[in-house]
């Protein structure tokens, strides 16, 4: 199992993060990039894969897509 020292996450937002493409490239902080490409990238395909799997017939609920924040 690995674990993470909490030193070694702040070190992770406090590194710079390249994103090179073939129009440059754009810089960012790790929290930066965490916080304005990371997490809306990762839900947008989330969200993207539920309505895909919805539209051809699979049965999930707003439960399936938010967990216990959908039960209530």
């Known amino acids: 199992m ?3 020292a909490p030193s ?3 070190a992770g937002f406090e590194r710079e993060v390249v994103i090179a493409h073939r129009r440059g490239s754009v810089r960012a902080s790790g929290r930066q990039f965490l916080m304005a490409f990371a997490i809306p990238h990762f839900f947008y395909h989330l ?5 895909i799997l919805r539209n051809q017939g699979v049965r ?3 439960g399936d897509f938010l967990g216990n924040w959908g039960e209530r």
Request: avoid cysteine.
């Open 2 to 4: 690995y674990t993470l």
């Open 60 to 62: 999930l609920t707003m």
């Open 47 to 51: 969200t993207t894969a539920y309505g």
């Open 8 to 10: 070694d996450l702040e």
